[in-house]
Each structure stands twice: as C-alpha cells, then as structure tokens.
C-alpha cells in the first residue's frame, strides 16, 4: 500500500490534540535506569561521567548550520572538473526517485507486483540503445568502470565462442585511468597507443600493434583533451578489418547526444556514465550507473538477467547460455535510472541535442577568453572541454596544482589538474550546458586574475588557498601515510 501522506498528518494531529495521548513514546525523566544498567557488563560501565559540553540547542544548530554552510555543491557552486560532467541534477528527478512505488520496492518483490519499475527499466534501455545506435543495453552496472568491465568480459566471450585466442587490448595514451584497470582485471594486456602532436591517435601507432592477438581497441570519443576524433570511422574500419572489436568509454557522451551515435561511428560497445550525462547525482563516491550497449552481434553475451517484455507483460530473462553472468546483487541502481529515464522523457530528442549544442558551445567560450593567458593543449575547437597548460606560469614558479589551489581562495572549485597525462601542468575545465555566461564570465576572470597575479606577485599563489577552513594538505604524506581509520586524541 502507497504511503499516505494525509494519513499520516490526521493521525499526528489525533495525537497531539487528544487529552491524555502523546505522540511520542519517550520515557519519563523519572523512569528509573538500574534494571538496564544492571543488565550491561560491568567492563563497558562508566567510571566517571561523559565529558559532554553543555550548549543550547540554538547553539548546536548554528554550529551545524556553519558546517553545511562551507560545503561545496552544485547546488551552490560552479563546478569546471574536467571530463567529470558536474551538471545541475534537476530537483523533479529527485522526486520520482522518492514515489513511494519505487523508493519502497524491494528488489526482490514477484514481477506481478514489478511491473512499473521493470516497465521503467526497459523502456530506458530502449532509451539508451536509441541515443547510442546500440541494439542492446544492460542496466546492470553500478559505475562506469563496471561498465567497462562487462563491455571488456562481452567481447571476450564473443571471441572466446569463436574458438579464437586474443591476448592484448589496446588503450590511447590520454585514456581515462579506469580503462587500462578494467581492461587488466578483465585478465588482458594493456598496450598503449601513442598520441600524435594535435592529442588524437596516431594511426601509425595503431597500425603497428593491431596483430591477431588483439582483442579490442578502447578509446574515448570525444578525447581527454576535448576533442573529437575525424577519423574515428576510419579507425573502427581499420579494427574491424583485423577482427578487433571497438570500444568507447562514454563519460564525454554529453558533448554528442543527438550529434552523433556511437553505433554509426562504428563502435560495438559503449558504456554510458548517468551521472554524467544523465544527471544522476555525483560525487561523494556514489551512487553511480554505468550501463552499458552493445552491437547485435554481443547481445547474447550481455550480463543476466534482462528486462524482456512478452505479451504487455515485462519479465527478467534469466535463460541467456553465452551472458557472462551477473555483474552485482539485484538489478542494477534502480534509483539513478529513475533518474536518467526522467530526465530524457522531460527533454526529448531536441532538448538532449540541445544539451550538447550548449555544453560545446561553453566549453569553447572558455577556452577563447582563456587563450591568451594560458597555453592550449591542442589547436582547434574543442568539444565539451577544453585542456590549458600552466607553463607559462610555471617559469614563473606557479604550478598547475597552485592556480587550483588559488581558485578556492576567489570561491571557484578547481579543474581537474595533471590530467591527461600526456599534457604538461594540464588544466582540464568543463564548463557543461548548465552554467550561464554569468557565471562563466566571473570564472574566466578569476583565472585570469591568477594568470597575471603569477607574474607580477607569485607568493600568494604559491601559499593558497588562504581563506578555506583547511589550508594546503601534504598530498606526498597524506598519499604514503594515510589516515584510514578514526583515533580519539590522546589525553
């Protein structure tokens, strides 16, 4: 049965109102406490009172109110992470999240009492495989990195039922670091492919290491740097011919959606990060969505079970002999494809294009009121992100890491720094479709003022943040000594 939130008002107000009721069932102060103290052991008894401090409630509020005040959100603050896609989460998906249908059902309830949420589930995978050009999509993964994962162990079983024996997987130099760990835990050898001067993949490279042992050549499009492979196509031929499956890691899908698609480039797996692109809540470590899709010929291989409609009536597919299994408990992280799949029904076709359009078109802004005070890592426009280099201000003693740290001091969170690896003092900034002009006008003037503020009086940077409650962490201890478990102070 439904909650029911009138229900719940009337009775509070019976019991509140009624003489000689109370709404609460708290103790007396006078109930006495010897037959529960006498029933816990003696060792874990108190020899001496707690050293609790004695503060009115107001006190205790604002204390608390201070703390959340200093939080850093989107809900509050810009956020220019690169390749992270920090984008507004739009407050109606948080409401279909908590309908009481959903955020109540147990996952294991018979799928007679499931129809919603299985009826949910496929039509967002159907979603999913539309916006991809995929002909198949699991739900099941729990990040994009599992996702990675079930594409990788996908394409080994495909060659795997073809009696053939790959041994290697072949990864850009400037790929995300999830994607060398998945490709190695799916028990292959990681080759790196090198990049040419402009950051794309350079196809000499590939040619070179494409033998008969190969796998799979994971790549993401658009690149870590911004921008877009041209010859994508050319690439997936070029595997193709030599039996090598393509894959591409879908966290930079929010600079394409309703551009392009995966599946005409010539991918036969992508995976889709929904807090990314879909507007899943982020950060925190969680809770994340990776689903993944797939070409025709990997849907027998997809993860167990699948979402299956027979006859208007919506089942799990257990009987699937070539899946490589279940991937986690349950069916996925329902909650974020409630998520997802109300925020593709609320924009439609012409508003996802549109997400991309805008996300492209600030990214590019950025990048030209940037220009001139920071070098670019490679020439040309560029897609949902961009890429600077702060070596010019390193000559003057100011690393990439400083500028970030100096953001926090003008009220900005930093861009992701140092990443991709292959660009020196990199500075990746992602301005996403959801930031005004405003907003990215007052950020472009803060790096700005840095980038002079590095040649005429570098101290400061060198020293900041110098406003944030915590002041600059050693990263080189807190990473070869770190803290994992709370200890009280010594006395």
Request: proline letters at 8%; hydrophobic letters at 40%; one cysteine or more.
């Amino acid at each position: 049965m439904p909650y029911d939130n009138q229900r719940a008002y009337d009775r509070l107000i019976f019991e509140v109102s009624s003489p000689g009721r109370i709404a609460f069932s708290l103790p007396a102060p006078d109930v006495p406490v010897e037959p529960a103290l006498a029933a816990l052991p003696e060792k874990y008894r108190r020899r001496e009172p707690a050293q609790l401090p004695e503060v009115s409630e107001l006190d205790v509020v604002r204390h608390y109110s201070r703390l959340s005040q200093m939080n850093y959100g989107v809900d509050t603050h810009f956020y220019p992470l690169g390749s992270c896609t920090m984008k507004y989460n739009p407050k109606i998906n948080e409401d279909m999240a908590r309908l009481g249908g959903f955020a109540r059902l147990h996952p294991l309830a018979p799928e007679a009492l499931a129809q919603g949420a299985l009826g949910l589930m496929h039509e967002l995978a159907a979603m999913l495989a539309e916006i991809a050009g995929m002909d198949a999509v699991s739900l099941q993964p729990a990040a994009g990195a599992q996702g990675e994962l079930a594409g990788v162990l996908m394409i080994r079983a495909y060659h795997e039922a073809r009696g053939e024996k790959r041994t290697k997987v072949l990864i850009p130099d400037s790929a995300h670091g999830t994607n060398p760990a998945s490709t190695a835990l799916a028990g292959y050898e990681v080759i790196e492919v090198k990049s040419d001067a402009e950051g794309r993949v350079d196809l000499g490279d590939l040619e070179r290491h494409l033998g008969p042992d190969v796998a799979a050549f994971m790549i993401t499009v658009p690149n870590t740097l911004g921008n877009f492979e041209p010859r994508v196509m050319e690439i997936a031929e070029l595997c193709h011919d030599r039996g090598v499956q393509v894959y591409m890691d879908g966290a930079n899908l929010n600079a394409i959606l309703g551009l392009t698609r995966p599946g005409d480039l010539g991918f036969d797996v992508c995976h889709f990060n929904l807090h990314k692109t879909f507007t899943t809540p982020h950060g925190g470590g969680g809770p994340g969505a990776g689903p993944v899709g797939v070409k025709a010929h990997l849907e027998p291989f997809l993860p167990t079970p699948i979402v299956s409609k027979r006859d208007d009536v919506y089942t799990l597919d257990w009987k699937r002999p070539q899946s490589i299994g279940k991937l986690q408990a349950f069916w996925g992280n329902f909650g974020m494809h409630v998520r997802a799949y109300t925020y593709i029904r609320t924009m439609g076709a012409d508003g996802l294009r549109a997400v991309s359009e805008n996300a492209v078109l600030n990214a590019n802004y950025v990048m030209k009121r940037l220009e001139g005070h920071y070098d670019i890592a490679a020439p040309g426009p560029c897609m949902h992100e961009c890429v600077l280099s702060a070596r010019r201000q390193k000559k003057q003693g100011v690393s990439a890491m400083d500028v970030a740290k100096r953001l926090l001091d003008l009220g900005f969170y930093a861009p992701s720094t140092y990443f991709p690896l292959i660009v020196e003092e990199a500075l990746m900034i992602e301005p996403t479709e959801t930031e005004s002009k405003e907003t990215l006008d007052a950020f472009c003037e803060a790096m700005i003022r840095i980038a002079k503020e590095a040649e005429t009086d570098p101290q400061p940077i060198q020293q900041a943040p110098l406003t944030t409650p915590v002041r600059r962490l050693d990263q080189t201890r807190a990473a070869r000594e770190p803290n994992l478990r709370w200890r009280p102070a010594a006395r």
